[in-house]
């Protein structure tokens, strides 16, 4: 088989592993003896309300709501899906996530409040706590995606600015809960995973600020002065490990980025190729983290070690992009191209970086695929590689060699996958 067509039927492993069609159904619970309540925000949730739906029996109680992004919905009958704004939260997250809280308050303690949860939500269920304009959490949320905050500080300070997140829905609700948690974050801790809706939260408000601090992001003086307030103490903390609020609440990852890694490395495995995994919670820059990934790949090429070709270097996790210059492009065409500049047309060495979710960044390609030959291709056609890396332009880049990887909406999110091939 060809290396490109290796490379992408692997991502699709990967995807496999992670369908909510598939794993959902294993861990519905019984119908409890009142109503279910299904609500949910993500990526995934569209897809993990399909299944709720065609697994649940036809004749037990079911409704309720869930929030995916703008073009990730899927036709549903007795759930609600609603689609908003990702990365930055919009109206129809807010009054998505008003409703989905009504909802949960309304249940009492023979009810069942269903939560599905993926990457993703933390945008998606956006209601803002009192005296923070949706305006101020826009803006917020903007300045920390530029400066290259890990997604858990960024979830830090989105907790402390939401009437929901951090544990709120499972306090806010008389009824057993039971959240079913696709995971996107390194370490898969559900109190990361879209801001951890129905799991306590060991973070402060003094965390939030330091967060901010640290990442020299100007805050707008609604969230500014909500954050001030509560280190203080005059505003209620989110619910933490042992509060007795949360106590009929079970938060269960039901699918992480190492299963997924697991799965491409079987498929490569069965394709005679030795699959070397480097861990599912990768972090860093994008482009710093290509550096090291191009050191191990010279070192299978050119001594065999720690094997010998054909190998594949697969690993997950989430890089960050400091946003420097106005091109086109996520954590994985950036990582790619750093790659690219690094390998330096390395003979038989190819790789493929592409986000689970189907959109790297907020263009529309997964990822991309990188050949031996793309750095001559793009000197044929004119091209500046290091120029477009430092302008933030790996889509421009991928995209003028024909090598995005496209794959639309997968409605599954376990983060990155990238695989290298040095065959």
Known sequence: MAPRELLAESFHAALAAADPLRIVPPHLPKPPRGRTCVVGAGKAAAAMALAVETHWPADAPLEGVVITRHGHGVPTRRIRVVEAGHPVPDEHGEAAARE???????????????????????????????????????????????SGAPI???????????????????????????????????????????????????????????VLERFRVDAPPGVAARLARGARGEEPETPKPGDPSLARAESRVIATAHASLAAAAAYLRGHGITPLLLGDSVTGEASEVAKVYGALAREVRIHGEPARAPVALISGGETTV??????????????????????????????????????????????????????????????????????????????????????????????????????
């Open 100 to 146: 989905t809280l009504g909802l949960a308050r309304a249940l009492g303690e023979d009810d069942l409040l269903l939560v599905l949860v993926s990457g993703g939500g933390s945008a998606l269920l956006s209601l803002p706590a009192p005296g923070v304009p949706m305006a101020e959490l826009k803006a917020v949320t903007r300045m920390l995606l530029a």
């Open 152 to 210: 858990q500080d960024m979830n830090t300070v989105r907790k402390h600015l939401s009437a929901i997140q951090g544990g709120r829905l499972a306090a806010a609700t008389r009824a057993q809960v039971l959240a079913l948690v696709i995971s996107d974050v390194t370490g898969d801790d559900p109190t990361h995973v879209a801001s951890g809706p129905c799991t306590a939260d060991p973070t402060t408000f003094a965390d939030a600020i330091e």
């Open 322 to 423: 400091t946003l420097r210059g106005q091109g086109r492009g996520g954590r994985c065409s950036e990582f790619l191209l750093s790659l690219a500049l690094d390998l330096a047309g390395l003979a038989g060495t190819w790789a493929l970086a592409c986000d689970t979710d189907g959109i790297d960044g907020s263009e529309d390609n997964a990822g991309a695929i990188l050949a031996p030959d793309s750095l001559a291709r793009a000197a044929a056609s004119g091209l500046a590689p290091r120029r477009m890396l430092d302008a933030n332009d790996g889509y421009g880049f991928f995209e003028a060699l024909g090598d995005l990887v496209v794959t639309g909406p997968t409605r599954t999110n376990v983060n990155d996958y990238r695989v290298i091939l040095v065959a």
